[in-house]
T-cell receptor
Framework: GESVGLHLPTLSVQEGDNSIINCAYS??????FIWYKQESGKGPQFIID?????DKRQGQRVTVLLNKTVKHLSLQIAATQPGDSAVYFC?????????FGGGTRLMVKP | SAVISQKPSRDICQRGTSLTIQCQVD?????MFWYRQQPGQSLTLIAT?????????ESGFVIDKFPISRPNLTFSTLTVSNMSPEDSSIYLC???????????FGQGTRLTVV
């Protein structure tokens, strides 16, 4: 079946820098995309979402960009903090099904 | 957002035994899902738990191995049957929000089979 994948398995950034986590998807029928954050020992936590009719959406310190031409999704975290250290998953939704990407571990260096 | 409680949070089980994981939601939800997250990997959908009918399983998952109950709109169970070490994973319960967009997750059940 179609799947969602990520480019980088591990990303290490300096505290205060900006982080960019990338994701490629393959299902052109997906109409909704979500980024999740998963800390150790916890379930995934919703961060931000974007519909397929948008190309950018901003939240507090986070921005999601969607490029449907190349089926690419990115999560930008501004002024990365130690509390941002976690695994980040993108997910695409087609109908009622969510398909998750492989995950990127973000490590924030003090 | 929905508050989802899973029990147990973790367990260590002997191979050949079965474990039933419970998922309780603080509000009525139409759609409940069970995911598996193997060590260091992403989430894979096991099945959709349907209230009043049999669960809908994804490719690679069967009812005999992962029986699911959904007696009402706030509760579901997943049983991992005849366990082997390969079943060691985190099992996550999930519900769809009222807008039927984002999914909310429980804290997961960390299962280790020895």
């Amino acid at each position: 079946g179609e799947s969602v994948g990520l480019h980088l398995p591990t990303l290490s950034v300096q505290e205060g820098d900006n982080s960019i986590i990338n994701c490629a998807y393959s299902n052109s029928a997906s109409d909704y995309f979500i980024w999740y954050k998963q800390e150790s020992g916890k379930g995934p936590q919703f961060i931000i979402d974007i519909r397929s009719n948008m190309d950018k959406r901003q939240g507090q310190r986070v921005t999601v960009l969607l490029n449907k031409t190349v089926k690419h999704l990115s999560l930008q975290i501004a002024a990365t903090q130690p509390g941002d250290s976690a695994v980040y998953f993108c997910a695409e939704k087609a109908g009622n099904m969510l398909t998750f990407g492989g995950g990127t571990r973000l490590m924030v260096k003090p | 957002s929905a508050v989802i409680s899973q029990k147990p949070s973790r367990d260590i089980c002997q191979r050949g035994t079965s474990l039933t994981i419970q998922c309780q939601v603080d509000s009525q939800v139409t759609m409940m899902f069970w995911y598996r997250q193997q060590p260091g990997q992403s989430l894979t959908l096991i099945a959709t738990a349907n209230q009043g009918s049999e669960a809908t399983y994804e490719s690679g998952f069967v009812i005999d191995k992962f029986p699911i109950s959904r007696p009402n709109l706030t509760f579901s169970t997943l049983t991992v049957s005849n366990m082997s070490p390969e079943d060691s994973s985190i099992y996550l319960c999930s519900v769809m929000g009222v807008l039927n967009t984002e999914a909310f997750f429980g804290q997961g059940t960390r299962l280790t089979v020895v």
